[in-house]
């Protein structure tokens, strides 16, 4: 992969947030993920010397199939306090080969509704 694909996702403020994203090979099968370490952060400025805001939590239940699963906790997004930041996702091969394979802006809105 030369180029990152870009998904801009957008985190409701207060709530929990979750993305799935399936990795494929050139011919369109399942990334088999087996062995790799995957990160995701979200950051103020588009460049890592940016300050971090929050680790994004990522699980791989079955690396396999090329399922990567980003999440935050609704405290986590609660405690964001910007309106507009930016993320990547970086694969790192069992070699230590490492490459983003997605970026993207993200918007935070705000919540209406409180839970009680």
Request: glycine share 4%.
């Amino acid at each position: 992969m030369e180029t990152p694909a870009t998904y801009d996702i957008v985190i409701r403020k207060g709530n929990d947030f979750s993305e799935v994203f399936e990795f494929q090979n050139d011919d369109s099968t399942p990334m088999n993920l087996t062995g790799w370490t995957v990160l995701s952060q979200l950051r103020k400025e588009k460049k890592r010397e940016s300050e971090l805001i929050v680790d994004f939590t990522i699980d791989i239940p079955d690396p396999s199939n090329g399922k990567v699963y980003q999440t935050l906790t609704d405290a986590q997004t609660d405690a964001i306090a910007i309106d507009i930041a930016y993320y990547d996702i970086l694969l790192i091969s069992p070699s230590g080969f490492d490459e983003t394979y997605v970026e993207g802006t993200v918007t935070i809105n705000p919540s209406v509704t409180k839970k009680e």
